[in-house]
């Protein structure tokens, strides 16, 4: 089976590991400062912070911000729950923008309506955190507008979006982890993700005070002698001055994420090179509809989504169809708000968010990673086409006998 995706591990990520491996401190050793500088430099941010995994990384990110009771966290319905989840962790509420369904990032549009609605109602919004869906930048020039006119602390959930860039209105272009329109970003570096390190995570920032903080909470709240501004303390003295947690990273990751960074660009590039092959040979194809690019930003090409057009086949049912020619796909994601947890905590129904809804029900992910070949991405596109092929012959001959009206319901015919 031809997998969606697939991380890649060459002989220098093995090698760094295994010298990692012979060093004397194997955590919070010097590979982890190496590790955080060449992030911060590849970024253009000042700071960052590495954890134990993207989710560790949106939790500190929101304590960092002052998330806590009583406070709501605005974010996107259209991506992994622990985006939303962080908020939780923090005793707030997390609440949901819809999205723009050209490209499934969070709508500043309706961003606006919903920080509006909650100044009316005199309700905090202590934090609006927008998704670089699939890895393309949102808008965050108008949604960091908006959020801080709000008085809402700004963090970007880029997991998807390391190696991704944008323009801004005077022509400068940023890459997502500078935070010029955010306080804080966050990275995942799951084995899928621009880079790995197994596991793992972190967040960049220019704030020195946010950056310590972040530190502090990482390992327990621990200040240690060497950070106190009094020569007093013995060198074995430690507080702990907050709750804090261990969301450590390890030396061994920390030299896999430097080998990895090194070939960031190589990777990025492949992917790009493959998203663009997909889109030439997929535009304008009868029963799918590509997620829109603009000008002025580039993805990090985590994903390559289509969307299936309900009156051709259902998504599910195009998805069966590769299967059965050993291609593997995926689906980026059911809303947070529909999964039975979130529905029952806080009583949300379907049609609450309808346009992340609708992208949902029609999305496809299509195999797309740095080391996938020509050979295997035409494949692909071979048996896309050949499965939108057979459903629009089926819709034909139903058509021609009469029963095409009883046997498609909704927009989620199964064919």
């Known amino acids: 089976m031809l997998p969606y995706s697939r991380q ?3 002989e220098d990520d093995l090698a760094a590991v295994v010298e990692a491996l012979r060093q004397e401190l194997i955590t919070q050793g010097p590979r982890l400062e190496r590790f955080e500088e060449a992030l911060a ?29 009583g406070a709501e966290v605005l974010t996107s319905p259209l991506t992994f729950v622990a985006t939303a989840n962080c908020a939780l962790y923090c005793g707030a509420k997390p609440a949901f923008v819809d999205i723009d369904p050209r490209d499934g990032n969070m709508s500043p549009a309706r961003l606006e309506e919903a920080l509006a609605a909650r100044a009316k109602a005199d309700r905090r919004v202590a934090a609006v955190i927008p998704v670089h869906y699939a890895g393309y930048p949102c808008e965050m020039e108008e949604i960091a507008a908006v959020a801080r006119a709000a008085g809402a602390v ?25 935070c010029f329109a955010s306080d804080m970003t966050v990275f995942s570096f799951h084995p899928l993700k621009s880079i790995t390190t197994a596991e793992g995570g972190a967040i960049t920032t220019n704030d020195r005070a946010c950056y310590e903080r972040l530190r502090r909470l990482r390992a327990h709240g621990v200040v240690r002698a060497s950070q106190m501004a009094s020569g007093s303390r013995p060198p074995w003295y430690y507080e702990v001055r907050e709750l804090g947690f261990n969301y450590r990273i390890s030396d061994l990751q920390c030299a896999l994420g430097e080998a990895q960074l090194r070939k960031l660009p190589e990777f990025i590039g492949a992917r790009s090179r493959l998203a663009h092959a997909y889109r030439r040979s997929l535009e304008g194809l009868d029963g799918i509809e590509l997620v829109e690019w603009k000008d002025g930003r580039e993805s990090a090409h985590h994903l390559f989504v289509i969307r299936i057009d309900p009156k051709t086949a259902s998504r599910d049912w195009v998805a069966k169809r590769l299967a059965e020619r050993e291609i593997g ?7 947070v708000h529909l999964h039975p947890y979130y529905r029952s905590r806080f009583g949300y129904e379907p049609g609450a968010f309808p346009r992340a809804e609708e992208f949902y029900a029609r999305a496809l992910s299509l195999p797309l990673y740095p080391e996938l070949s020509e050979r ?14 057979e459903a629009s012959g089926r819709i034909a ?19």
């Open 154 to 178: 700004v963090i970007e959930d880029a997991c998807h979006a390391l190696g991704a860039s944008w323009r801004d209105r005077k022509g400068v272009w940023h890459r997502v982890g500078d």
């Open 41 to 69: 430099g590849y970024c253009r941010s000042r700071f960052s912070v590495a954890v134990s995994s993207g989710t560790a990384a949106l939790h500190l990110a929101c304590l960092a911000a002052g998330v806590g009771p």
């Open 397 to 415: 001959g139903r058509e021609q006998s009469g029963v095409i009206g009883a046997q498609r319901g909704g927009g989620l015919w199964t064919g």
């Open 376 to 389: 295997d991405q035409r494949r692909v596109i071979g048996s896309l086409r050949a499965a939108l092929t």
């Open 329 to 335: 796909t995926q689906v980026h994601y059911l809303p």
């Open 8 to 10: 890649t591990i060459r």
